[in-house]
Nanobody, 123 residues
């Protein structure tokens, strides 16, 4: 069963940086695409970036291209997908979710979601 756990959110000033982590058992997401979404309350959940099962092919939404970097690390005890966010703006404030799916973009009916981590960027 795919279980995802996000961490790393918090409060940061505009212009600052945060690094989000999405941890999973490497066996549960082996061969999966993993992506990061964000959702402002009352709005839809938007895909920011994803990384394919090969660990190198990535996609970025134009709004975050050049500011956010997605990467993946596989260790003995699991797999972690990171979203490094720089030059943060107040508009980046949202709940951030990671998602895993059998193909990119991770948005099929069988997509698995984490519980989310809140990012708040102050002026």
């Amino acid at each position: 069963q795919v279980q995802l756990a996000e961490s790393g959110g918090g409060l940061v000033q505009a212009g600052g940086s945060l690094k989000l982590s999405c941890a999973a058992s490497k066996y549960s997401v082996y061969g999966f695409c993993v992506g990061w979404y964000r959702q402002i309350e009352g709005q839809r959940r938007d895909l920011l970036a994803d990384i394919e099962a090969d660990g190198t092919t990535t996609y970025y939404d134009d709004f975050v291209k050049g500011r956010f970097t997605i990467s993946r690390d596989i260790a003995e005890n699991g797999l972690t997908v990171f979203l490094e966010m720089t030059n943060l703006k107040p508009d980046d404030s949202a709940m951030y979710y990671c998602a895993a799916d059998r193909r990119c973009p991770p948005n099929s009916d069988s997509v698995r979601w984490g519980q989310g981590t809140q990012v708040t960027v102050s002026t």
